[in-house]
């Protein structure tokens, strides 16, 4: 005996979602835990499996369609008239028609149908959740090494698995759809950690607790590189002096408790600084003549006529 177990991932144009994959291989957990041999049908861009279209039926006892909506119309009469010699079963399926009117299965354990409704499996799958890391840069502004940033930036995150969000902090124009500073904030706030080239996506990151590898595409002012040495922050590059390996090494160490730790800290010292400048800010504001300034600290420029 031998199960061949297919569905959306199996079909050309089906549309197959992270559930449908997730699904499958649940299934194919529950085939490996009672020692039942199975092929797993796939078509690109999915791998690790076969060509339900060139399989032989004959190889095979159980045919399986696993998770989704089932229809005539809608789902694989292709599958249902090429392994009619073996007994079928649906699991997981929304069953689009009655089933007093429309069945094609020997066995069917549906998600739902006009029968009954059941959990979707995948409440039961198990994956290693991978961490969640924003991804926050400047636009092109001619920076002296930009492109050697950007270049970077792309081999890090396609060398890792993660789950990437793009945070774009310009509210003039949003590439996002975000509409104020808390809606930005507050997406940076939830990552695990934010790769960035923006200051302000260094300072909010950090701001909220969450580890930053900032890169300083370069420039004039580096202020990106000043200000996480002004705030005690150790995780800032200058583009110019990047390696790959360096970024590997901060990227781990983002990610880890004591990382976190170091951000808070660094939000915590920078909150008391900026305290120091409000005060200055309201005693110079509130200065009545030029001589009670002067025991101020602030440091500016006055203006030259």
Same mark, same amino acid.
């Given at each position: 005996?031998?199960?061949?177990?297919?569905?959306c991932f199996s079909? =050309?144009g089906g !549309?197959?979602?992270?559930?449908?994959?997730?699904? $499958?291989?649940? &299934?194919?957990?529950w085939?490996?835990?009672?020692?039942?041999?199975?092929?797993?049908? &796939?078509?690109?861009?999915?791998?690790?499996?076969? *060509?339900?279209?060139?399989?032989?039926p004959?190889?095979?006892?159980?045919?399986?369609?696993?998770?989704?909506p089932? !229809?005539r119309?809608?789902?694989?009469d *292709?599958f249902l /008239?090429r392994?009619?010699?073996? @007994?079928?079963?649906?699991?997981?399926?929304t069953?689009l028609?009655?089933?007093e009117?429309?069945?094609?299965f020997? +066995?069917?354990?549906?998600r739902? #149908? #006009?029968?009954? $409704?059941r959990?979707?499996?995948t409440?039961?799958?198990?994956?290693?959740?991978?961490p969640?890391?924003?991804?926050?840069?400047v636009?092109?502004?001619?920076?002296?090494?930009?492109e050697?940033?950007y270049?970077?930036? @792309?081999?890090?995150?396609?060398?890792?698995?993660?789950?990437v969000?793009e945070? *774009?902090?310009r509210? *003039?124009?949003?590439?996002?759809?975000?509409r104020?500073?808390?809606?930005? =904030?507050? +997406?940076?706030a939830?990552?695990?950690?934010?790769i960035?080239?923006?200051?302000?996506?260094?300072v909010l990151s950090?701001?909220?607790?969450?580890?930053?590898?900032s890169?300083?595409p370069g420039?004039? #002012?580096?202020k +990106?590189k000043?200000?996480?040495?002004?705030?005690?922050?150790?995780?800032?590059f200058?583009?110019?002096? +990047?390696?790959? =390996?360096?970024? @590997?090494?901060?990227?781990d160490?983002c990610l880890?408790?004591?990382? @976190?730790?170091?951000?808070?800290?660094?939000?915590?010292r920078?909150k008391?600084? &900026?305290?120091?400048?409000?005060? =200055?800010?309201?005693k110079?504001?509130?200065?009545? /003549?030029?001589l009670?300034?002067?025991?101020?600290?602030?440091?500016?420029t006055?203006?030259?006529?």
């Amino acid at each position: 005996m031998k199960a061949l177990v297919t569905g959306c991932f199996s079909l =050309e144009g089906g !549309g197959a979602t992270a559930g449908d994959l997730l699904a $499958a291989e649940l &299934v194919c957990d529950w085939l490996d835990s009672v020692g039942f041999p199975y092929d797993i049908a &796939v078509i690109p861009p999915f791998r690790g499996g076969i *060509d339900f279209r060139l399989a032989d039926p004959k190889n095979y006892s159980h045919a399986i369609f696993v998770c989704g909506p089932f !229809g005539r119309e809608r789902r694989g009469d *292709d599958f249902l /008239n090429r392994f009619s010699n073996c @007994q079928t079963i649906g699991i997981d399926l929304t069953m689009l028609e009655p089933l007093e009117k429309w069945n094609p299965f020997d +066995i069917l354990i549906e998600r739902d #149908s #006009s029968v009954c $409704a059941r959990p979707d499996i995948t409440f039961l799958s198990r994956r290693e959740l991978v961490p969640v890391v924003g991804v926050c840069l400047v636009e092109p502004y001619g920076a002296a090494f930009e492109e050697v940033a950007y270049a970077a930036i @792309q081999r890090l995150v396609a060398s890792r698995q993660i789950s990437v969000v793009e945070i *774009d902090t310009r509210l *003039d124009t949003n590439s996002q759809g975000f509409r104020s500073p808390a809606e930005i =904030e507050s +997406i940076l706030a939830r990552m695990d950690m934010v790769i960035t080239t923006r200051l302000h996506g260094t300072v909010l990151s950090l701001k909220n607790g969450v580890p930053t590898l900032s890169i300083d595409p370069g420039g004039d #002012s580096l202020k +990106i590189k000043r200000q996480a040495e002004t705030i005690g922050w150790p995780v800032v590059f200058t583009a110019d002096k +990047i390696t790959d =390996e360096a970024l @590997q090494q901060a990227f781990d160490y983002c990610l880890t408790e004591e990382a @976190q730790l170091k951000a808070r800290e660094c939000s915590e010292r920078a909150k008391k600084m &900026v305290e120091e400048i409000r005060n =200055e800010f309201i005693k110079v504001l509130t200065c009545s /003549n030029e001589l009670a300034c002067q025991d101020t600290t602030w440091t500016s420029t006055k203006k030259k006529l």
